[in-house]
Each structure stands twice: as C-alpha cells, then as structure tokens.
C-alpha cells in the first residue's frame, strides 16, 4: 500500500500522538440511559405541562369533553332531521 502524499500509515502514528475517542459508555449510567439524554427529551413534555397548568389556572379554558359531546349531540340532531325517508317495505 501507497501512503497519500505526506499522511503516514496508522500503524505509523506512535501511540503517544493518538487522542483517546470518548466512547459512549462515559455518559452512561448504570441502567445504560444516558444523563442528558433523559433531561433533553423529558424537558419539552415538562415546559408543555407547566404552561398548560399555568393557562389553566389563570384563564378561562372551555370544557373539551363538555364541548365535543355538545357537538355530537348537534350533528345526531341535524343527521336525524335531514335524513332520507324510508321508502316503502324497507325494515329498519
């Protein structure tokens, strides 16, 4: 094998000259979850959820539940008054 221009071989860099890559066990704990990474991925769920208890606390947020059976109870309202009529000698 030809070495590229002045780059040695790597047999030919003395172990000294080498620098020690971190290998990804140094962040790890014991359970093999990485410190950070549990802070980084949690930290979006924790500020979404202080903001909601915040804005629920503060302001005046409508009932969802509430709001999704009202609009249940309109549609089965206006699906039963614009229904097609039956015609004759049909069940149900």
């Known amino acids: ?48 959820t202080l903001c909601g208890v915040y804005i629920a606390q503060n302001y005046n947020v409508p009932n969802i539940k509430k709001l999704a059976n009202t609009g249940l109870l309109m ?3 206006i699906e039963e008054t614009y229904r097609k009529p039956k015609k004759r000698g049909e069940d149900d």
């Open 75 to 77: 549609a089965k309202h």
């Open 1 to 48: 094998m030809k070495c590229n221009g002045n780059q040695p071989y790597i047999s030919q860099i003395s172990p000294s000259s080498r620098q020690k890559v971190p290998s990804t066990r140094d962040n790890l704990t014991k359970e093999g979850v990485a410190v950070m990474g549990i802070i980084r991925s949690s930290f979006s769920f924790m500020m979404g």
